[in-house]
């Protein structure tokens, strides 16, 4: 059985930092690909980022610079490391494998603001 468990977000002001934790059970994140996705009430999810199974990382536009994904495979976790947050990355933040029918966290929020 998959699980994924967010952790990390809260309230951080403009130009803050975070680090959102998901810890993984029932996959190897060392073979597979993980994402981060961002929902905010009333749109959308949001794609944010991805690390492959062979650690490559890609990043949406609009986090591109400031968010860093990353992995350790000792600790079957994925991490987000969000710098010079803004308050348009409110949101709720997903860790996910195997995209939109895959497997998803509960979700941890995030909210940017004075």
């Known amino acids: 059985q998959v699980q994924l468990v967010e952790s990390g977000g809260g309230l951080v002001q403009p130009g803050g930092s975070l680090r959102l934790s998901c810890v993984v059970s029932?996959?190897?994140?060392?073979?597979?690909?993980m994402s981060w996705y961002r929902q905010d009430p009333g749109k959308q999810r949001e794609w944010v980022t991805q690390?492959?199974?062979?650690?490559?990382?890609e990043y949406a536009d609009s986090v591109k610079g400031r968010f860093t994904i990353s992995r350790d495979n000792a600790k079957n976790a994925v991490y987000l490391q969000m710098n010079n947050l803004k308050p348009e990355d409110t949101a709720v933040y997903y860790c996910?494998?195997?995209?939109?029918?895959?497997?998803w966290g509960q979700g941890t929020q995030v909210t940017v603001s004075s």
């Open positions: 690390i492959t199974y062979s650690g490559t990382t």
């Open positions: 029932g996959i190897a994140v060392s073979r597979n690909s």
């Open positions: 996910n494998n195997g995209g939109h029918q895959g497997y």
